[in-house]
């Protein structure tokens, strides 16, 4: 089974609208973190957001917030007020804390390609 | 300016002929990593080094070798690459800390090998 699955392979959205990128995962780990990185078309990997398995409060960095509930497993992703620069690949990705490489690797989903429409 | 680089960022390449790509990182970073992306299925790690002289194999080492002599470097080698090496390859740093410790990526390595 997947660990990361990302259901949207593409995804638009009208500028300055919110939209939601959607991440499930799959772990028998109790403790383990959620990451999501943007890839521009120039290729590079930005981290964006962080979530570990027992922070009490959903992350939000600026425009980007991690709608996390954690009895689904779903890790979504909300970018509020689109730009045209958020016009990008996003992955999901998991590091789990205990089992053996798992805690050295992270593990992503095949990525949901947003495009921003002026 | 804290980075990873890698050399080089396009390659092409024959079947057969040994190559190798750099990596090399400024953040005093224990943790090293090579993953390859390819087109609908993510990112996927290949090999990963703990601090130097400690590596071990990721998801789809084969076809694969890396070293890691000094804990700034950390270099990819295919020793014959194939047709089905072709992809974008990125090297990640991080430290030892934990969970929450963010990979910092290099600016990846596109290979085609024809």
């Known amino acids: 089974a997947q660990k990361i699955t990302q259901t949207q392979p593409g995804m638009f959205v009208q500028e300055k609208e919110a939209v939601t990128l959607d991440c499930t995962y799959d772990t028998s780990d109790p403790s383990y973190g959620l990451f999501w990185y943007k890839q521009p078309s120039s290729g590079e990997m930005i981290f964006l957001i962080y979530q570990g398995s027992y922070d009490q409060q959903n992350a939000t960095e600026g425009r980007y917030s991690l709608n996390f509930q954690k009895a689904r497993k779903s890790a979504n992703l909300v970018i509020s007020a689109s730009q045209l620069g958020d016009s990008a690949m996003y992955f999901c990705a998991m590091r789990e804390a205990s089992f053996g490489a798992g805690s050295y690797q992270l593990t992503f989903g095949k990525g949901t390609k947003l495009s921003v429409i002026p | ?114």
Request: charged share 20%; with cysteine.
């Open chain 2, 1 to 114: 300016e804290a980075q990873v680089t890698q050399n080089p960022r396009y390659l092409i390449t024959v079947t057969g002929k040994k190559l190798t790509v750099t990596c090399s990182q400024n953040m005093n970073h224990e943790y090293m990593s090579w993953y390859r992306q390819d087109p609908g299925l993510g990112l996927r790690q290949i090999y990963y080094s703990m601090n130097v002289e400690v590596t071990d194999k990721g998801d789809v080492p084969e076809g694969y070798k890396v070293s890691r002599k000094e804990k700034r470097n950390f270099p990819l080698i295919l020793e014959s690459p194939s047709p089905n090496q072709t992809s974008l390859y990125f090297c990640a740093s991080r430290t030892a800390g934990g969970l929450n410790t963010e990979a910092f990526f290099g600016q990846g390595t596109r290979l085609t090998v024809v």
